[in-house]
């Protein structure tokens, strides 16, 4: 099969669609990019990655202000924050191939879950898990730290079976573009592994107005961080995914050996946009709460942040 053959649409051009879609198109695929208040921006100076790992990137892209003038795209890339699903499903409808897939680079719980009715039967949906250190400078411009890893897993589509063999065609398209990338056999498994990080770094980020490096380099902020990658552990276990043993070691280990990082919740906290305390938070905790396991620090921290998120609102 030629990889450079699917045309490939991105639903959210911020920093992780607009990551993952400017390395596709420097690589030679055909990508669409859909974008909401930076059209106007991207449309006439491209798009411009700042990169770490992979250099200074600047290339005029096919842009488009409207799903409806997008062509029908093979692949589905859907970089918007999950708080936004509702109104995302219109968009990816319009702008899906018959028997397109779609891919959700959301963090979290219960996304694809959460999508699926809205999406047509025919369309076969995947989940995504991004590890990066990337954020949006400014319109049209993307600073990449570190890191760079996804990871697909298959959840659901039209008949039965093959969905293995979908997922590593997606990792196989990222692979050809240089990214790091595998198929996963249990999308929930790898999601809650997701989480061992995200609930954290991104909430404590938030709450204590710390990056990664002032957290680990704090004694009591670094035993939160423990402890709560350790509730996230016993959740997922008792949810029916033991994770590999280590695996909290393992990614701290990684923390520490990254450049200093503000995650993506502290940056939507920072410029009054929703926060992902459902995905990230209220779902696996619901979860978790229904196989008989009480997450106590996790629920405190979910508690402090549903507080902070009203209070933007109403600020």
Known sequence: MDLRKPR???IGSGAIGGFYGLMLARAGFDVHFLLRSEYDVVRAHGLTLDSAVHGAVQMPVQAYASAADMP???WLLVGAKATSNAELAP????????????????????????????????LHLLGGLCFICVNRQAPGVI???ALGAVNLGYHSGPGEGGGGAIAEAGAGLFRAAGIDSQAM???GQARWQKLVWNVPYNGLSVLLGASTTALMAD??????????????VQGAAACGHALPEGYAEHLLRITEQMPDYWPSMYHDHAQQRPLELQAIYAEPLARAQAAGCSLPRMQMLHQALAFIERANRAG
Do not use: F, K, T, Y
Not at 106 to 114: D, I, K, T
Not at 219 to 232: G, K, N, T, Y
């Open 8 to 10: 490939i649409g991105i």
């Open 72 to 74: 029908p795209c093979d």
């Open 91 to 122: 968009l990816i409808v319009q702008a899906a191939a018959p028997g397109a897939n779609v891919v959700l680079l959301q963090n979290g719980l219960g996304v694809e879950e959460q999508l699926r009715p809205s999406l047509r039967d025919d």
């Open 143 to 145: 600073r990449h730290q």
């Open 185 to 187: 056999d249990d999308l």
């Open 219 to 232: 004694a009591d902020s670094r035993e939160l961080i423990q402890a709560l990658m350790a509730e996230v």
